[in-house]
């Protein structure tokens, strides 16, 4: 009964707003959001371009209480280290729970968040100061490093950014620094830190700095358990090799003690090859995977500029004369498993239950939000990813397939998305509201003959046709 | 500090990549184009080509160790491995190295003359980044670091010679993604298992929704086009193999871990005979900076679960190790000295092994650079054996040809005689 044939609704453009800025706006969800939703595209095309950026870009003057309501039911997310090991020990198995609230909190985060360019910056520093929490002890520290790092300052100034993930227990422990000791350096650190996190491998530092910053962080650990406040940053200066210094051609005094790690800090951080290498990997993750110089040049400029704003960063990088250098309608980008599978729920209007079996399907898909084991983060690439197909038709197939326990997409929901839609249409009708019309005639003629070629028009067909929908290479890029 | 296991059941689920897990390719991929014209027909048999990557940079000095350089003990007064005959001592190889008593699973391939390994082998590019070793290795471009290289040179193999089988599916990665050496490789896909790889959804509808995904995905870019081709033959493939049926010849068992069962799946596919001529694993989790262990720790953990499954695959296929031909290597070596937390830093040369058809094993290849202090490069082991040079005779005599001036431009390789 719900797919009767009617005429069908109009989900053509609204008349008041030209079609290109519209196209702007189309472009901006799919490349600042986790997912296009007909709902929002609606809501930023009446707010207009600069003023959906401005208040994404502001995430505190967004309302979320919605998603605060449903976080309260994560306790772990806002403890401590000595909180969460004492509440939640681990000869009990309540590291893996810890590890597992905040991946879950993850999934959550990015379905319901209205702060939703916020939360692409999250995943973005998530990866770029990645952690493995999976590894013994992060299984708690990440979730502290989640907070106090990469989500409290994911939108503010980069140097506190870096200082920050600096002291982070999470970090001291995932590459080492923890014991990194005058007369015993341990260059772990020292090397991402300067590769991954900063200047990038062509970024002009040389072996002999390597050597160099590990001596300038010797002494930089945590308190460890036994003693009061476990993982809180801790400096030992008797643990500090006290001598004279240079790094990247700057001399460090002897006798500088924890000012050394602040002087490389600074250093790295106002370094004009930072500037290009965070500059180019924006561009990379918000627009195209070649980014124009003259693009990354501009956003490179504006970080220098602003001291190092990551908000005015973003928003240059967003700024339509960086879509139009970079040519991203022609040059589109592969969604990785994880914003591939929550776009799939935003888009539909799917409900999200308890996230644990979603987990199992981001497993299945390879992309488990803060289990990457290697400092570099998940990779973000046409190649990486591009070959790996079937985990998800499949994920797209069980998912509106009703076998994800405890999330899917209601049968309202369904009706919403196509329900008195005609059959010849619903495919086209898909288009738009899952995309906004960005499909290609291909996909969408494709869908259409799926539909076509069922004997009738029912619920378990429409299903089906959603999952073929967001399983055609359209809908894999945004 | 906390003590924390280091497995749990419940926990392994969302955790199937150690540290240093995977180093993916990067970049958009053009177009692949195959350097052969195939000829109506298949080409000759080959042995299946099995490429172990140890990502994050294997102890070589803890691995295959040199107990004869006393050298070595003066750089390692913790952590060395002690010589043969001592407590937990090395077993020996050849009078001058000898095996982590952890790797002792790999003494019967290693005495019938099945493995050898390498020893000072290494990348020419003198990076210690382990992004930027793995890039120049797997692209096959340590001479030229900055190269835009965009293929693998296991790729550029691949379009080199005409396939074994149909076609359809000539290499898998057992993995979530494909690894940079088999970057624009044509009919190559990650396969994290082997033995779950079908369509989904309603059986009633599967033809047609297949026949939607095919044709939908026939009009898209690369590499999702030829990708979305190779996964519907490979659905048909795969399904052809009794993947839980399959026992393991000679009373071989393969472990439990995610290695172990990742080559029981290779072995499968091997004896299975459907054309594969690649199989890529990474195995991840070597970076060991801090608290390394050779005797009772990490690495000693590591060792053994990596010679149990090599051991296992090669009782599996003992009698038909003419179907095979394995190695195994990292990005780099580990410094020579050890570091101020019973670790090891990053290094150069280190250590390769090989197994399989006309390997010449029981036997440590290349020449020894010693420890010399005087002989280290920035304190490291020297690279002796290029890891072209290797791979060049596993893939001009092992697999019997290939187009090397293609493979590695530029490179002209050197004898080692480690397949013959």
């Known amino acids: 009964m719900l797919f009767q044939t009617t005429t069908g609704a109009s989900v053509g453009p609204r008349q008041e707003i030209a079609p290109a800025r519209r196209d702007d706006v189309r472009t901006l969800l799919h490349r600042a959001t986790f997912g296009f939703t007909a709902n929002e595209f609606e ?5 207009g371009y600069r003023a959906w950026l401005d208040e994404q870009l502001d995430p505190a003057s967004i309302d979320d209480s919605a998603l605060d309501a449903r976080l309260a039911g ?5 403890m401590d280290a000595e909180t969460l090991v004492a509440t939640y020990p681990q000869s009990s198995g309540g590291d893996v729970f810890v590890a597992q609230q905040l991946i879950s909190a993850r999934i959550v985060r990015a379905v319901e968040s209205r702060r939703q360019l916020f939360e692409r910056v999250v995943e973005f520093w ?21 907070r106090e790092v990469i989500r409290r300052y994911a939108l503010g100034s980069f140097r506190d950014l870096l200082s920050a993930s600096t002291r982070s227990a999470a970090m001291l422990y995932y590459l080492d620094n923890y014991v990194n000791s005058a007369g015993a350096p341990n260059e772990n650190y020292a090397r991402e830190l300067m590769e991954l996190h900063t200047l990038g491998v062509d970024g002009g530092y040389t072996e002999d700095d390597v050597k160099e910053v590990a001596r300038c962080f010797t002494g930089w650990t945590f308190r460890p358990a036994g003693v009061p406040g476990l993982g809180a940053f801790l400096f030992r200066p008797l643990t500090h090799d006290s001598g004279a210094k240079t790094v990247l051609g700057t001399s460090l005094p002897a006798g500088g003690g924890i000012q050394d790690g602040e002087t490389v800090i600074d250093l790295l951080a106002s370094h004009p090859s930072t500037a290009q290498f965070l500059a180019r990997k924006l561009c990379v993750y918000f627009l195209t995977y070649e980014p124009p110089q003259v693009t990354v040049d501009r956003v490179a400029a504006r970080f220098t500029a602003t001291g190092g704003s990551i908000a005015a960063t973003v928003r240059e990088v967003l700024a339509t004369r960086s879509y139009r250098e970079a040519r991203i309608d022609e040059y589109p980008r592969l969604r990785r498993p994880f914003h591939m599978a929550v776009g799939a729920l935003r888009s539909t209007g799917a409900t999200l239950g308890n996230p644990a079996p979603l987990r199992g399907e981001l497993f299945l898909l390879g992309h488990t939000p803060f289990t990457w084991p290697a400092p570099n983060g998940y990779p973000d690439s046409l190649g990486a990813w591009g070959s790996n197909l079937l985990p998800r038709w499949s994920f797209m197939s069980k998912f509106f397939d009703g076998q994800v326990t405890g999330s899917g997409i209601s049968t309202s929901a369904l009706f919403a998305l196509i329900g008195g839609v005609a059959p010849a249409e ?24 799926f539909v076509d070629s069922q004997p009738s028009w029912n619920g378990s067909v429409a299903r089906q046709a959603v999952a073929l929908a967001l399983s055609v290479p359209s809908t894999q890029f945004h | 500090m906390l003590s924390f296991q280091s497995s749990c059941a419940e926990y392994s689920r969302i955790s199937r990549r150690r540290f240093l897990g995977s180093a993916a390719i990067a970049g958009a991929a053009p177009l692949v184009v195959p350097r052969v014209a195939f000829a109506s027909g298949r080409g000759t048999p080959r042995p299946t080509l099995v490429g172990i990557f140890l990502r994050g940079a294997i102890d070589g000095l803890s691995f295959v160790v040199p107990y004869g350089d006393a050298d070595l003990y003066a750089a390692r ?11 937990d001592g090395a077993l020996d190889l050849d009078g001058f190295f000898g095996l982590n008593p952890n790797a002792a699973e790999l003494m019967p391939a290693y005495q019938s003359g099945a493995l050898a390994f390498v020893q000072a082998c290494g990348s020419t590019d003198p990076s210690r980044s382990h992004f930027s070793a793995m890039r120049t290795m797997e692209t096959g471009t340590p001479d030229d670091p900055q190269s835009n290289e965009a293929s693998g040179w296991l790729a550029r193999h ?3 010679v005409s396939p074994t089988g149909a076609g359809d599916l000539r290499a898998i990665s057992v993995d979530d993604l494909v690894p940079r050496v088999l970057a624009l490789a044509p009919n190559a896909l990650p396969i994290p298992d082997p033995s779950s790889f079908e369509f989904p959804g309603n059986p009633t509808t599967a033809a047609q929704r297949r026949s939607t995904i095919e044709h939908a995905y026939a009009a898209t870019i690369p590499p999702l086009a030829p990708a979305a081709a190779s996964t519907l033959a490979g659905i048909d493939l795969l399904a052809s193999v009794d993947f839980a049926g399959y026992v393991p010849a000679n009373g071989a068992t393969y472990p439990a871990s995610p290695f172990g069962q990742a080559l029981q799946s290779i072995a499968t596919l ?24 050779p005797i009772t720790g990490t690495l000693a953990t590591m060792l053994a679960d990596l010679s149990a499954g090599l051991n296992a695959f090669y009782l599996d296929l003992s009698g038909i190790q003419d179907r095979y031909l394995l190695y195994a290597k990292s990005e780099f070596g580990r410094r020579v000295a050890q570091n101020g937390n019973l670790g090891t830093d990053h290094g150069s040369g280190g250590v390769m092994l090989a197994m399989g058809h006309r390997v010449q094993g029981n036997q440590v290849h290349g020449n020894w650079p010693t420890l010399a202090p005087n ?6 082991l020297r690279v002796e054996t290029d890891y072209r040079d290797v791979i060049a005779e596993i893939l001009a005599t092992g697999l019997g040809g290939t187009d090397l001036p293609y493979v590695f431009a530029g490179h002209t390789p050197a004898p080692v005689g480690v397949v013959l």
Do not use: C
Not at chain 1, 429 to 449: K, Y
Not at chain 2, 80 to 85: E, M, Q, R, S, T
């Open chain 2, 77 to 87: 007064p913790g952590l060395a491995v002690a010589p043969p005959g001592a407590t």
């Open chain 1, 126 to 146: 998530t990866d770029h100061f990645n952690i493995d929490g999976t590894d013994g002890p992060l299984r708690y520290f990440k979730t502290v490093d989640d």
């Open chain 2, 375 to 380: 002989q280290l490069d920035q304190g490291d």
């Open chain 1, 74 to 78: 994560y306790p772990t997310l806002a």
């Open chain 1, 43 to 47: 809501r930023a095309s009446s707010m």
């Open chain 2, 270 to 293: 091997i004896k299975a005979g459907v054309g594969l001529e690649v199989a890529h694993y990474d195995y991840g989790g070597w970076d060991h900076h801090n608290d390394q262990g």
């Open chain 1, 426 to 449: 619903v495919a086209a009708t898909l288009d738009q509201r899952l995309t906004g019309g960005r499909m290609s005639a291909v996909d969408v003629a494709e869908v259409q003959g």
């Open chain 2, 158 to 160: 691949l379009q080199s």
